[in-house]
């Protein structure tokens, strides 16, 4: 079967590759009609065929699919989620893909095929694709290195079957952690979200895929934490927390899209925000990629806003605004639109401004070349006219892909507290307690292929090893006897599984209790995508049945496997030791395992404070002075461990502070330096971390804030000089006026082992006038080691 392109006229202007993106998308662009125009702004969402046939419209809530022999003769622009929608092997998936490739472009009059986009949050959202860490994990590493590693992989297994875009990642900065999403952000600081969420978009852009940056802008800060809830916030928030992980993706990572988000601040409505999709992302900060729909927000702008009439008005709002293409499906940039155009409400001009972007990506990546073949690389060579012998060809969880996604959980998991426990002795009798002892899932957030698609197919394989903590427990220590009890699940009431709990941690040596979410979607889970809490008490019954367990005299190690931080307690100060993680992935089990028993040195640091008290919320550390507890309010927001706080099996000195320039002026910088030494018994790594107070500025600060980081192994007794320049750059601040800006003034620099553990500080000073900055100030301190 040959899959190569059928038609269009090979002398056409378009096809001819020594011409810019730009030259091509125009040429193609002059021979279109409005009705073919459209077609290129709009997807289809579609599942692939378990048979290698035709990709088949999906059938969700939220519309009647379309029937492609209609759209198709006009052309498409995306296909969506090809692979997440249905579990299908991955090989045939392929074929089904390219099939559906080669009769897209074959009934259009251009031979132009879609662009097909998928999921990637937490790895490529395929069926028998590798479930690497949640992003919360990632912000817990702060490697960015690392990180950017894994797109790379995530990215190599999509261009490999045919995907063009990933819908990831996501920058939103948490504001509140009862907000279901957690899981699926970085952390609670925007630099930590900047500099891990531009390495991803780095790596993916790498193999050749269109990374999205989403959700564009203030999702996370919706208010009671709320999903789609209304976001009320300043310009300064909205400016120096919101914005900046955004502005540095774009500068620095250079991606080709963008997803608004569905919320709207202060009654305007990102998909309808002509200021924040036009005015900052493009004419400001020169992205010049596409600005790609939210799952039916342009829809949403008339059915949940209530700011357009009809669908006609939302498609002409979000057009105007800055939205390029109409996700997930056709709807508002169908027929009403066409008939907005013809009728003289919309300029033509707005639907050849989307659509030339739209054929400029397509030109990159080669959707518009003449010799472009529908067959991707990963069957290559392959018996595609066969698709049995194709079945089980293509490998996306190879063990490679599984050894990175084992490093990135190793270096993820944070160890909060330890009385000496840990790492475990072999111990003879170890009690495996909780919801999460002996449930393969646990690891996974909502977006992982086994939860989002899998758990709707109960019969269907989960295509992936997932290793309970049960299981890799007994791989770790052979010699112990383990006595498993679930105690209670992970939100039910039933408290009648406590007393087998009990007898089994009273006749144990070590009790570890395996405590935290259930993943899932909109009410499904207690974390994911709509699965909002209204306090951060652990699910359940579960803050009982580990009381219970503290009860017994027994050292109690609780291990977290969950999407967001809960308070703990009593456990927060009693348990022996504390072990956070963040749906570590597919190889998150054996990671805990590792650090349980001593065999990996906990690295991983806070990306998330850990409330102390449960109904505190919003709260995080990113605070002003009246933030935090006082006299004059009756509640203590302080958290048991603060944002950026993690220990391990080893200790660091930190000394010798030296400050060069503790004066510096408004458009200068300061350097400091510092001996780190390793004063444990075994090799561990340390991540220094630069915090700015600013005690006096002309708006409000908060406290302390993050500018900069660099996480450091060291032998045991090995010791480095560390220096870091600092450009007055990172002082600046949004100020009253809106412009961003440096004041002169004395200021704070703090080296920091976390938010809560200042080891060192350099009281440095600006001089000179006050001084505007734009979008092309310095982001960043530069570490060296000596």
């Known amino acids: 079967m040959n899959l190569a392109l059928p038609s269009a006229d090979p002398s056409a202007r378009w096809r001819d590759r020594a011409l810019s993106p730009e030259e091509r998308a125009d040429a193609v662009l002059a021979e279109m009609t409005l009705p073919e125009k459209l077609a290129q702004l709009v997807g289809v969402w579609v599942g692939a065929s378990d048979e290698g046939g035709d ?92 990180i950017r590693r894994m797109a790379a992989a995530i990215g190599r297994d999509m261009r490999a079957v045919g995907v063009h875009q990933g819908l990831a990642p996501v920058l939103d900065v948490v504001r509140d952690a009862r907000w279901g999403r957690v899981e699926e952000t970085i952390g609670e600081d925007p630099y930590l979200v900047g500099t891990v969420a531009t390495a991803y978009v780095q790596g993916l852009e790498s193999a050749g895929i269109v990374a999205t940056l989403k959700h564009f802008a203030g999702y996370s800060a919706s208010r009671a934490g709320r999903n789609l809830a209304p976001v009320g916030m300043g310009v300064r928030e909205r400016a120096d927390v919101i914005l900046t992980p955004f502005e540095m993706a774009v500068r620095e990572g250079r991606p080709r899209s963008v997803m608004h988000a569905y919320t709207d601040t202060d009654g305007v409505p990102s998909a309808a925000d002509e200021a924040l999709l036009t005015g900052l992302l493009r ?72 659509l030339r972007r739209v054929l400029v990506q397509k030109a990159q990546l080669g959707l518009l070349d003449q010799d472009w073949d529908a067959v991707p690389a990963a069957l290559a060579g392959r018996p595609i006219d066969d698709p049995q012998e194709l079945r089980g060809s293509v490998d996306l969880d190879r063990p490679e892909n599984r050894a990175l996604a084992r490093e990135i959980a190793d270096q993820a998991v944070v160890l909060l507290r330890n009385d000496g426990t840990l790492p475990l002795r072999g111990p003879r009798r170890i009690a495996l307690i909780g919801p999460n002892a002996d449930t393969p899932t646990s690891v996974l957030g909502c977006y992982a292929f086994p939860v989002h698609v899998g758990s709707r197919h109960p019969g269907i394989p989960v295509g992936i090893e997932l290793p309970t903590l049960r ?74 049945l580990l009381d219970a367990l503290l009860d017994t005299g ?229 570490f060296h080691r000596t």
């Open 471 to 544: 299981q890799a427990l007994a791989a770790e220590f052979p010699n112990s006897a383990i006595r498993t009890a679930a105690g209670a699940s992970v939100d039910g009431l039933d408290t009648s599984g406590f007393a087998e709990a009990v007898e089994a941690a009273r006749e144990a040596d070590v009790v570890i209790v395996a405590l935290g979410d259930r993943a899932g979607l909109f009410g499904r889970g207690t974390s994911g995508e709509g699965c909002d809490v209204e306090s951060l008490e652990l699910p359940g019954v579960q803050q009982q």
């Open 55 to 146: 990709v088949a419209p999906h059938q969700h809530d939220m519309e009647e699919p379309p029937a492609l022999d209609d759209l198709l003769p006009l052309g498409l622009g995306q296909l969506t989620r090809p692979f997440g929608t249905l579990p299908v092997d991955p090989a045939l998936a392929a074929l089904s893909l390219a099939r559906s490739q080669q009769r897209i472009a074959a009934a259009n009059r251009f031979g132009i095929p879609a662009l097909a986009h998928e999921e990637c949050l937490a790895g490529f959202a395929a069926w028998g694709a590798t479930a690497y860490p949640v992003p919360l994990s990632w912000g817990a590493t702060f490697d960015p290195d690392l």
């Open 554 to 782: 027994r050292p109690v190690v609780p291990v977290l496997l969950a999407g967001r931080p809960y308070a703990l307690g009593r456990a927060a100060t009693e348990a022996a030791a504390l072990v956070q993680t963040f749906f570590p992935g597919e190889a998150g089990t054996e990671a805990i395992a590792a650090v349980l028993s001593g065999r990996t040195n906990p690295s991983g640091r806070l990306p998330v404070s850990i409330p102390a008290r449960p109904a505190v919320q919003p709260s995080t550390y990113l605070a002003a002075r009246l933030a935090g507890p006082s006299e004059v309010s009756s509640t203590d927001p302080s958290p048991a461990f603060g944002f950026g706080h993690g220990i391990g099996y080893t200790t660091f000195a930190w000394t010798g502070l030296e400050v060069e320039h503790a004066a510096a002026t408004t458009d200068g910088g300061f350097g400091l330096a510092f001996t780190l030494r390793n004063t444990g018994k075994r090799s561990g790594s340390e991540t220094v971390q630069l915090y700015l107070h600013d005690p006096v500025a002309s708006v409000v600060q908060p406290v302390q804030r993050l500018i900069g980081y660099r996480r450091i192994t060291l032998d045991a007794g090995e010791r480095t000089r560390v220096r870091v320049d600092v450009p007055a750059d990172l002082a600046s601040f949004t100020g009253r006026d809106g412009r961003r800006i440096v004041e002169p003034g004395e200021l704070e620099l703090r080296l920091a082992a976390s938010s809560t553990d200042v080891r060192l500080t350099a009281t440095v000073r600006l001089d000179g006038p006050v001084r505007v900055l734009d979008h092309t100030r310095r982001l960043h301190a530069d």
């Open 283 to 354: 004419d400001t900060w020169g992205f010049g990629g596409t600005v790609v729909a939210d799952y039916f927000g342009i829809a949403f702008l008339k059915v949940l806003h209530g700011v357009a009439e009809d669908w006609a008005e939302a498609a002409a709002l979000a057009l105007a605004s800055g939205v390029d293409v109409e996700l997930p499906t056709v709807k508002t940039f169908g027929e009403p639109l066409l008939r907005a155009v013809q009728d003289g409400t919309v300029p033509e001009a707005l639907v050849d401004r989307a």
